[in-house]
């Protein structure tokens, strides 16, 4: 199984991301080979818009693993937190939540100590968390499933990292062997086919090339 993961950040408006899958709705329903690999599980697709636009374009879906994340989760569960968005809010609209992205550690100082909130929430919501780290000793909550590897200097910069580096980062890594892997960091249609044809790279965490609809649709077909 492959995975592929749009995170969409801030970007978009609602009438963009309608156009947006819409036309990528288009590519896969064009694709045999690639609906074929859907429909068996070999590949999934989850696509991550900021939270208002989660519902309209669930509303548009309806192909077999072609699935919506939310790119944030609040670490307080139901309550009088105006403002956030909890766990309850996207039961049912979202199945995946990314926790962790180094913007979040960043600009919004979350702790491994909220991390490990979120990702108690996303569970007992029944949402799969998306863990991201970018160095092996952000600690890994014992629940997370699938980890996202993005060392911060190769987001949004062109500047990927090779595969080489993203393969002996996994081996560092004291974690199980079972959880699923992804690689994000400047991943685009020209360098994507390197990780993919790698069995220890589960697929991509892709931000600046998943905007345009025919370029992420470019990197999902490679598969
Ligand atoms: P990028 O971002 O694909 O634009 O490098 C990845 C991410 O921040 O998840």
Redesign the pocket.
């Known amino acids: 199984m492959k995975y592929f ?1 749009a ?1 969409w ?1 801030t970007y978009k408006s609602l009438s963009e991301a309608e156009t947006w899958i819409d036309s990528f709705i288009g590519k896969i329903r064009a694709d045999q080979q690639l609906l074929d690999r859907l429909n068996r599980d070999e590949v999934k697709i989850i696509v991550c818009p900021p939270f208002p636009l989660l519902y309209p374009l669930k509303k548009k879906i309806t192909e077999k693993n072609l699935l919506l994340g939310a790119q944030n989760i609040s670490h307080f569960d139901e309550g009088p937190y105006t403002g956030e968005v909890s766990g309850k809010n996207l039961q049912g609209i979202a199945d995946y939540v ?1 926790v962790g ?3 979040r550690r960043r600009y919004f100082g979350e702790s491994d100590e909220i991390l490990t909130k979120k990702i108690n929430l996303s569970l007992k919501y029944g949402l799969q968390p998306i863990f ?1 780290l970018d160095n092996a000793n952000q600690p890994i909550p014992n629940e997370v499933k699938i980890i ?1 590897y ?1 060392p911060t200097k ?4 062109g500047d ?1 990292e090779p595969v080489e580096n993203v393969l002996s980062f996994k081996k560092s890594l004291d974690f199980k062997s079972t959880a699923i892997f992804l690689y ?5 249609e020209n360098n994507a086919r390197d990780y993919l044809s790698q069995p220890e790279i589960n697929g ?7 905007l345009d609809a025919l370029s992420f649709y470019n990197i999902v077909s490679l598969v």
């Open positions: 993961v995170n950040k990314i992205h180094s913007e991201c996202a993005e190769a987001i949004g910069t990927n994000g960091g400047s991943v685009n991509f965490l892709i931000s600046t090339a998943s």
